[in-house]
């Protein structure tokens, strides 16, 4: 239960911080077998998602 008003004051925090724009990271993956850390699989997953969301592209 404490660990749940945590997550929510921080993602509170995170998002009036964010009045003037945000930008959010999403790595390149690569092949498990280079990196197992960033599987593409994932990381496209996420990027495919927050596009749907409306989240614009900068590059």
Do not use: H, W
Request: net charge positive; charged share 30%.
């Amino acid at each position: 239960m404490q660990q749940q008003k945590y997550l929510k004051n921080a993602y509170r925090v995170l998002m009036t911080r964010a009045r003037q724009g945000m930008i959010i990271f999403v790595p390149s993956g690569t092949d498990p077998e280079d990196d197992p850390t960033r599987d593409s699989a994932y990381y496209d997953d996420i990027y495919k998602y927050l596009r749907s969301c409306g989240i614009k592209e900068l590059m």
